[in-house]
């Protein structure tokens, strides 16, 4: 259900545990209380109206008074949004129906999160066209686009995202593998491509003191590679060190 009531013996089943899988906003309010009705018809619409994507939970401050003093509810209505289990947004006092929508908007993905989440070519060019400075759809529709030789589109598409690592690295790849590039790493994309980052990185670095003209770009590819990989990776530590010697 889109709707439902709450009470202290079942906040931890509807509330706490199901915002692990599914966002829930918490009406605290009561029967005496004017703004409340105001406001409860505008909240029980918002959740409708997003098909089970998000459940209201409604509390009777009232009835439950240890969960209102636990979650300090000084004022009502009060209005607060679970994820996994923690509050993650909130509001005291009645709100226009408009400022409801965009709390509730909020808390659930977008077209755009949900087109770059299925992540094929369609969905992807369909994210692109919502926001097309967005790293996340243009980057791996790039990508797509690249390996099937389609060059000209896919730097277009990344001239919108400047500034993000995966982009950049992306156009510098294409630089460098042009047939008049000054050097030749073609080992190194065979091995990134192959999924082998660290030796791709190896090979890059190695490949730096003789790269006249082409340090930026081969600069570019390994940082994008070393993004990727985290900063929790001992490797990219280890090779942000031995790029920067290489560098300068």
């Known amino acids: 259900m889109t709707v439902i009531d709450v009470t202290e013996a079942t906040f931890q089943a509807e509330v706490l545990d199901r915002s692990r899988t599914v966002p829930v906003v918490v009406?605290?309010?009561?029967?005496?209380?004017?703004?409340?009705r105001q406001l409860g018809?505008?909240?029980?619409?918002?959740?409708?109206?997003?098909?089970?994507e998000v459940v209201l939970a409604k509390l009777d401050t009232d009835a439950?008074?240890?969960?209102?003093?636990?979650?300090?509810?000084?004022?009502?209505?009060?209005?607060?949004?679970?994820?996994?289990g923690r509050v993650v947004s909130e509001f005291v006092g009645a709100q226009p129906p408009a400022?409801?929508?965009?709390?509730?908007?909020?808390?659930?993905?977008?077209?755009?999160?949900r087109l770059v989440a299925a992540g094929d070519e369609a969905s992807l060019r369909r994210a692109v066209e919502l926001a097309p400075a967005r790293?996340?759809?243009?980057?791996?529709?790039?990508?797509?686009?690249?390996g099937r030789g389609e060059r000209d589109e896919a730097l277009e598409l990344l001239k919108n995202v400047p500034g993000d690592f995966q982009a950049e690295g992306l156009l510098a790849r294409a630089r460098l593998e042009e047939a008049d590039a000054p050097v030749d790493v073609s080992e190194a994309l065979t091995a990134l491509d192959a999924g082998d980052r660290e030796r791709a990185t190896d090979l890059l670095i190695e490949a730096l003191p003789d790269a006249d003209g082409a340090k930026d770009d081969l600069r570019r590819v390994i940082v994008a590679i070393l993004d990727e990989l985290g900063v929790d990776s001992d490797f990219a530590r280890d090779a942000r060190r031995r790029l920067a010697t290489a560098l300068y």
């Open 64 to 84: 439950n008074q240890q969960l209102a003093t636990a979650f300090q509810i000084q004022g009502i209505p009060a209005v607060k949004a679970f994820k996994d």
């Open 41 to 52: 018809p505008a909240l029980e619409k918002a959740a409708n109206a997003r098909e089970g």
């Open 99 to 113: 400022a409801v929508e965009q709390f509730f908007d909020a808390l659930v993905p977008s077209e755009a999160d």
């Open 135 to 146: 790293p996340d759809a243009v980057v791996p529709l790039a990508r797509i686009l690249l």
């Open 27 to 36: 009406d605290f309010w009561a029967e005496w209380c004017g703004p409340c």
